[in-house]
Nanobody
Framework: QVNLVESGGGAVQAGGSLRLSCAAS????????MAWFRQAPGKEREGVAA???????RIAYSVEGRSSISGDTAKMTLNLQMNNLKPEDAAMYYC???????????????????????WGQGTQVTVSS
């Protein structure tokens, strides 16, 4: 049984910081890629950051300069540090996992959410102005 457990969400004021963490277990493939997506009410799911199975990483333009991603795909852990949070960052944040064969590299961009078939339950980020 595959489990993705997210943590670190919460309520902050604009300008604050949060660190989201994701840990996966029980997925028996040789390599994986991992990503953070977010979805606000009434909006489409948006890719925020990703790490490819080759170790490459990508940050969405919407959070670039304010966020950093780290993790270890071999251990299936992923972290997202978000600073200077804005009200428009408020959303449910989801960790997602896919076989590394489908997303070896993310140098060209964050893969579509349709590529990922394993998802965590989400962690809520609320930002007040």
């Amino acid at each position: 049984q595959v489990n993705l457990v997210e943590s670190g969400g919460g309520a902050v004021q604009a300008g604050g910081s949060l660190r989201l963490s994701c840990a996966a277990s029980g997925y028996t493939v040789s390599s994986v890629c991992m990503a953070w997506f977010r979805q606000a009410p009434g909006k489409e799911r948006e890719g925020v950051a990703a790490i490819g199975s080759d170790g490459s990483s990508r940050i969405a333009y919407s959070v670039e300069g304010r966020s950093s991603i780290s993790g270890d795909t071999a251990k299936m852990t992923l972290n997202l540090q978000m600073n200077n949070l804005k009200p428009e960052d408020a959303a449910m944040y989801y960790c997602a996992l896919a076989p590394g064969s489908l997303c070896y590299t993310v140098k060209a961009g964050i893969p579509s959410h349709r590529l990922f078939h394993l998802w965590g339950q989400g962690t809520q980020v609320t930002v007040s102005s």
